[in-house]
């Protein structure tokens, strides 16, 4: 595992709360992929990577694909075996994947890559592909057009007090591990959506990011007062208690 394995595995401990708040993704994500990729989804051999509780797993099982899961996180992984029992899951990271070569038509990286060690994970996921396969990167960022998410971003930095946040941006993370990739022709597209949740699922939400939950039981009457604090500010934005959640996909996908 890399360096970033102890905030990555952060997950185990907060598994259900992942996969009750964390958002899914929209139809168009699915359809983009298919159109870089190339193929359909449905009938391929579908490797998705990091998966976590199967939040894009389930989605891809939807489109028809054959799906298996790769996941570290022995918390994350048995949650992912309870929601979706039909999916094989296997134990491992993308830095070594424990698959035959060329065995994939895809392999799916949803919100993942970036726990990664690129040197590592693009020759291994370019191993597992068959030839024509693909590689589909992508993250919900928080759209910080958006006034009132951009304010909560700089209340979350404070609170962190590293530059860090509990939501990215456009360009975070994941794009500058893809910009560390010189000569690979990820082709990249932007897809913008909403959801609308009960204020509860949205601070459940941000409390389920690995910047809150790396800082374990010593953090946690900070998380809660910071929590309650943003509960009175969402207030004043949304009174009837339902936050409206905008997000930018960042997708990138590169053809074998």
């Known amino acids: 595992m890399p360096a970033s394995a102890p905030r990555a595995l952060s997950f185990d401990r907060a598994a259900a709360l992942y996969a009750a708040a964390r958002p899914s993704y929209p139809p168009v994500l699915l359809d983009t992929v298919e159109e870089l990729a ?11 990577v990091g998966a976590g509780t199967g939040i894009a797993t389930r989605l891809l099982c939807a489109r028809g694909a054959r799906v298996t899961a790769v996941e570290p996180g022995p918390g994350m992984a048995a949650e992912l075996r309870r929601s979706l029992p039909a999916v094989p899951v296997v134990r491992g990271d993308g830095n070594r994947l424990p698959l035959a070569g060329a065995s994939a038509d895809l392999i799916t990286y949803a919100q993942s890559w970036h726990w990664t060690d690129p040197d590592r994970s693009l020759p291994e996921a370019l191993r597992v592909l068959r030839p024509g396969g693909a ?17 909560q971003d700089s209340r ?16 975070g993370a ?4 893809l910009r560390q990739l010189p000569g690979e022709a990820f082709a990249r597209r932007l897809l913008r ?7 509860d699922t949205h601070l459940a939400n941000l409390s389920s990011h690995s910047a809150f939950l790396v800082q374990g039981a010593d953090g946690e009457a900070s998380t809660r007062r ?4 943003e509960r009175r500010h969402l207030a004043a934005v949304f009174p009837d208690g339902r936050v409206e959640e905008r997000y930018v996909v ?4 590169l053809v074998r």
Do not use: C, K, M, Q
């Open 38 to 48: 190339g193929r359909p989804l449905r009938g391929a051999r579908v490797v998705d």
């Open 135 to 151: 590689l589909a990167l992508w993250w919900n960022v928080a759209d910080h057009s958006t006034p009132w998410t951009a304010d």
């Open 156 to 171: 979350l930095r404070r609170h962190f007090g590293t530059g860090d946040s509990a939501h990215g941006a456009p360009g």
């Open 174 to 177: 994941g794009s500058r591990n």
């Open 193 to 199: 959506w909403s959801r609308t949740v009960p204020v």
């Open 226 to 229: 910071f929590l309650d604090e």
């Open 250 to 253: 960042e997708v990138a996908v």
